[in-house]
């Protein structure tokens, strides 16, 4: 089936620094979408975007539509411990939501 | 903002047995529902689409009469997973959302089968 490539898989970083993961397709999506999900609950929604080329930011986290419709990236500035979790990059498609594979972040103090 | 709730959290049986996994939309009507299931370490994996009123409708490879899904009014939908087995330990989740709105996650149902 449809397949989002999601990387890095995991990231160990330092607090304060800042990090970037990104997801592409070879399918075409028309709403990219990332979402965070910490241990043992459901994926909450950090940003969606609707357009080509779209480039929006909610507080520390920015994330881009990519020209071609087939990635994004999300950028998190100055981690905290509390961005510590599991990213997900997901894409709409005929109604339902394809996830990537995840990034898991470690935030180390 | 709209709350998706499941029920239970966790759930731990024997094997053979069937278990009921609710998933309610608490402040909106969820004309339709999704049901994912996680592996440990895993993504999402979308399991089937439920539409308030009509027979789910389920991907690829996901056994529809191990995994009934039942929406039958627009605030709950029902995922059971019959004669229960050890592989089907995992993490449910729900998803809900009204019309073409925002899709809305509960919080997952943690499922181990003995």
């Known amino acids: 089936g449809q397949q989002l490539n999601q990387s890095p898989q995991s990231m160990f970083i330092q607090e304060g620094e800042d990090v970037s993961m990104n997801c592409t397709s070879s399918?075409?999506?028309?709403?990219w979408l990332w979402y965070k999900q910490d241990p043992g609950e459901g994926p909450v929604l950090l940003i969606a975007?609707?357009?080509?080329?779209e480039l929006t930011s909610n507080g520390r986290l920015t994330a881009q539509f990519g020209i071609t419709r087939k990635d994004s990236f999300l950028n998190i500035s100055a981690s905290i411990p509390s961005d510590v979790g599991i990213y997900f990059c997901?894409?709409?498609?005929?109604?339902?939501?394809?996830f990537g594979q995840g990034t898991e972040l470690s935030v180390k103090p | 903002g709209a709350v998706v709730s499941q029920h239970p959290s966790w759930v731990i049986c024997k094997s053979g047995t069937s278990v009921k996994i609710e998933c309610r939309s608490l402040?909106?009507?969820?004309?339709?529902m999704f049901w994912y299931r996680q592996f440990p370490k895993q993504s999402l994996m979308l399991m089937a689409t439920?539409?308030?009123?009509?027979?789910?409708?389920?991907e690829q490879g996901v056994e529809k009469d191990k995994f009934l899904i039942n929406h039958a009014s627009l605030t709950l939908s029902t995922l059971t997973v019959t004669s229960a087995h050890p592989e089907d330990s995992s993490f449910y989740i729900c998803?809900?959302?009204?019309?073409?709105?925002?899709?809305?996650f509960g919080e997952g149902s943690r499922l181990t089968v003995l």
């Open positions: 402040d909106f009507q969820a004309t339709t």
């Open positions: 399918s075409i999506f028309n709403t």
């Open positions: 975007l609707y357009k080509a080329g």
């Open positions: 439920s539409n308030e009123g009509s027979k789910a409708t389920y």
């Open positions: 998803s809900a959302r009204q019309g073409h709105g925002e899709l809305f």
């Open positions: 997901a894409g709409l498609m005929g109604g339902k939501l394809i």
